[in-house]
């Protein structure tokens, strides 16, 4: 399981310099890892995880498999998008298809660089986007109301359930808020995601600063920063201009350049790590000689499901799931070593999956 977040911003604020610099990322581990660019505004790439290259030195694995993300360059975003403004309709369709939003927001000032409301402020080109969700959802809301009535008066119970949803979506939209402030049961949430409402998906506020803002940020990202901790969302700090570079050298080079300014890792590290901190995403590992391999899934998901990530015969068969602690294999060198130390745990179909399990699953076929 990957997930796709989409990279959003008005125009000239760095959203296709950190875009590309991703996709170069990307591109120049083709060498050791799979590589696809799906569509010229879609790449996937490897998530970074050192835990994966201790894994595979300690069971001298043949090929070590990264779990991957896919972001999506949605186009540019002007005011009167939810009209059909610029590119809107594509923007609009483009959203609805991936799990998160990560919104570049500009936090830099360059005369060379025309903003395109003739300013920087950032929290304000945070607005102007989200106005421009908030619109079109409530637009989508009120034709999908109209065209259901029939149904909600022949007393049709998923039509019934939708119209209560979107009544109460559309009077949380009414008051200029996005619709993943609503609080949904346990029963409604299948629904609820149904609906596909722009502004239901999480939020990460990626803010792009100059080179030398890039270890501590600035006043504008410190802006940044408070809105998104009143809105309950999260915000990275990246330079995209160091990105770009960064993209452009082999792994020894970008570590030495990300010491010289004072960086512990890269941005678009920074960027995964807070995407899947922001979706509640986690991974676990199977590890053997042939290969170490990284798998994501959500937080809270149980051993049957995680084994149904690499097959669905094997959720279907699940007997159990032969579990060790990543800290417990590391200490252990290798899977004999915790087996010997009584680290190797037998888990059944109720367990809970933990980050970094490192997991064998037996199954009926």
Known sequence: MGFRMGIVGLPNVGKSTLFNALTKTAAAQAANFPFCTIEPNVGDVAVP??????????AKSGQIIPTRMTFVDIAGLVKGASKGEGLGNQFLAN???VDAIAHVLRCFEDDDVTHVDGRVDPVSDAET?????????????????????RKVRGGDKEAVQQERLMKLALA????????????????????WRMLQLLTSKPVLYVCN?????????????????????????????????????ISQLDAEEAAEFLEELGL??????????????????????????????????????SAPQAAGVIHGDFEKGFIRAETIAFDDYVSCNGESGAKD???????????????GDVLHFLFNT
Do not use: C
């Open 129 to 149: 986007i989200e106005t421009e969700l908030i619109i079109a959802d409530m637009e989508s809301i009120e034709k999908r109301l109209q065209n259901i009535v």
């Open 264 to 301: 512990q890792e890269a941005g678009l590290d920074r960027l995964i790590k807070a995407g899947y901190e922001l979706l509640g995403l986690q991974t676990y590992f199977t590890v053997g000689p042939k290969e170490a391999r990284a798998w994501t899934i959500k937080r809270g998901t």
């Open 49 to 58: 995880d050192p835990r994966l290259t201790q894994l595979a030195e300690i």
């Open 209 to 245: 600063v100059d080179e030398g803002d890039a270890a501590e940020g600035n006043s504008l990202s410190a802006k940044v920063g408070e809105m998104a901790a009143a809105q309950g969302n999260s915000h990275v700090v990246i330079s995209a201009k160091i990105e770009e570079e």
């Open 341 to 355: 130390a009584g680290k190797m745990r037998a888990e059944g179909k109720a367990y809970e999956v933990k980050d």
């Open 95 to 97: 959203i609805r298809e």
């Open 172 to 191: 949380v939209l009414e008051e200029g808020k996005p619709a993943r402030v609503v609080e949904v049961d346990d029963e409604d949430a299948k629904a």
